[in-house]
């Protein structure tokens, strides 16, 4: 306690003596209220002298030093408005994470989900969208004559786009993934993040209802084709305009016993169920090539508002794992079209000398891949050759193939049909075109038949002429 001893002793000095002062209501020392103590002040310059003088005494040259020097007085006190900001700019943070999470949602969509491309789709159509990042998406459609129309749809590219919708604004950020990459389709991996606000979640799943109700509408009327591609089913170009069970023209019965056959057979659920049996039925159609075996497939497909799936079991790449795979991962409401199903015989009886077939699959391949078909729903599987005597009669055996169909080159009644199909009322140019093809002394298939009257589209006496030229030599 030396420096009181020494501050009693020096007159100059003005601190008040405790014991001398009298009760501060009714005589407040001059020097006092002067002099505010720190709690009184708002200066941070005067409550740090304070804090001084406390510590080190009034005397000391560094309390002398810094109360009177302005430069250390004020540096003080611009770091003491550092330290204020510092701590203000975290809490505005923390206070702006906090409402970002308690004021707006986000909705992540993957490239994998299938409410991606229905997303994009209804994006680029959609009129109140500001971005300036496009993607170009080019389709391509060839039509049955061979011509090509392309068309070119701008889609929201990479990057942040902002949309209205029903009045709330949402931000659309498309994010690709640099590293990860869809190994099956060679595209990276994207994501599509909506963000809105709190109180307009409710438009989010709306925004995704409509997108897929109009992508639902513009494949109304269509058949998707699946093709393989690696381990996965794609859609192969765009969806096609169903084919008319009218327009393909079969041997009498033969079309509406099949098509009964399968109504049938999507009508039997309970039945299938209730036995134990596995819900699938194996259609073979066989036949010479051209007579419409895929044709009929495709339009029953169009007919039942099914898609289609189609394998090829020649494809070189093709291998048990795959086949087995694929079949087990049709996508919904969807026909399993097998083609040419005599290629995995050809493996297996010609290992060695006949090196025609490169296929992979192996006919016991085929056989586990068809008796593993394990679905929930129903599964149509057709199947289709044009050499049945190659078939193994262990594929033909019930449970794989249930129903098998000859459909074979043109009869008399699908001649018949058929030109009158292409040259509507002209009845009797119909039997003289007959005579011509019943002359030939061979029997012809329709695809033939289509492309002589696709040949003459307006001139049924050309049909008739140009007949003779199918006489195989
Ligand atoms: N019975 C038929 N009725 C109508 N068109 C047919 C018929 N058979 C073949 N075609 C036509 O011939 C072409 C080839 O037919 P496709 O069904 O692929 O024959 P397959 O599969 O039996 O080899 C198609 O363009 C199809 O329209
Ligand atoms: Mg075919």
Redesign the pocket.
């Known amino acids: 306690m030396a420096w009181f001893s020494k501050a009693e002793n020096d007159p100059s000095l003005s601190v008040p003596d405790v014991v001398e002062v009298p009760s501060p209501i009714e005589k407040v020392p001059e020097n006092l209220s002067q002099k505010p103590t720190a709690a009184q002040s708002s200066n941070p310059n005067d409550a740090l002298n304070e804090l001084l003088v406390n510590t080190l005494g009034e005397d000391s040259t560094l309390v002398k030093i810094l109360s009177s020097n302005p430069y250390f007085a004020a540096g003080f006190g611009l770091m003491g408005l550092g330290a204020g900001l510092a701590i203000l700019r975290q809490a505005v943070l923390k206070g702006s994470n906090f409402v970002y999470r308690q004021m707006l949602v986000d909705l992540e969509i993957a490239s994998k989900d299938k409410s991606y491309t229905w997303f994009l789709e209804w994006m680029s159509q959609y009129p109140k969208r500001s971005s300036r990042h496009l993607s170009i998406n080019t389709t391509v459609k060839q039509h049955?004559n061979g011509s090509m129309t392309t068309t070119f749809n701008l889609v929201p590219g990479p990057g942040k786009h902002l949309i209205r919708y029903k009045g709330a604004f949402m931000l659309v950020a498309r994010e690709r993934s640099g590293r990860l990459m869809d190994l099956t389709s060679g595209t990276p991996f994207e994501t599509i993040t909506l963000t809105t606000l709190y109180r307009d979640r409710h438009l989010l799943p709306e925004l995704l209802n409509e997108a897929q109700q109009r992508a639902i509408k513009q494949r109304e009327g269509k058949t998707v084709i699946y093709t393989s591609f690696g381990p996965e089913w794609r859609p192969f170009g765009q969806p096609r305009r169903k084919r008319s069970l009218d327009?393909?023209?079969?041997a009498k019965g033969l079309k509406e016993k099949l098509v009964e056959d399968v109504r049938d057979f999507l009508e039997s659920s309970k039945w299938y169920h209730d036995r134990g049996i596995p819900y699938r039925r194996g259609y073979l159609?066989y036949?010479?090539?051209?007579?419409?075996?895929?044709?009929?497939i495709?339009a029953l497909c169009g007919e039942l508002d099914y898609n289609i799936c189609i394998l090829n079991l020649s494809e070189a790449t093709l291998t048990d794992d795959r086949l087995n795979h694929l079949m087990n991962h049709v996508p919904e409401r969807s026909i399993l079209l097998l083609?040419d199903i005599d290629a995995a015989f050809n493996e297996r009886k010609q290992t060695g000398e006949d090196q025609g077939y490169l296929s992979g699959v192996t006919f016991s391949g085929l056989l586990n891949a068809l008796d593993g078909v394990a679905s929930a729903d129903e599964r149509l599987i057709f199947m289709?050759t044009?050499h049945p005597e190659r078939l193994d009669p262990a594929l033909i055996r019930p449970g794989r193939v249930d129903y098998k169909a000859l459909?074979d080159n043109?009869t008399e009644d699908?001649v018949r049909a058929?030109f009158l199909r292409f040259y509507e009322g002209e009845t009797e140019k119909c039997e003289h075109f007959l005579q011509s093809v019943l002359d030939l002394g061979t029997t012809i298939?329709?695809?033939q038949?289509?492309?002589l009257f696709v040949y003459n589209k307006h001139n049924s006496q050309g049909a008739i002429d140009m007949v003779k030229l199918l006489k195989r030599k």
């Open positions: 049955d327009s393909v023209i079969l159609l036949g010479p090539p051209g007579s419409g075996k895929s044709s009929v495709q083609e289709t044009n459909i043109a699908q058929m298939s329709t695809a038949l289509q492309g």
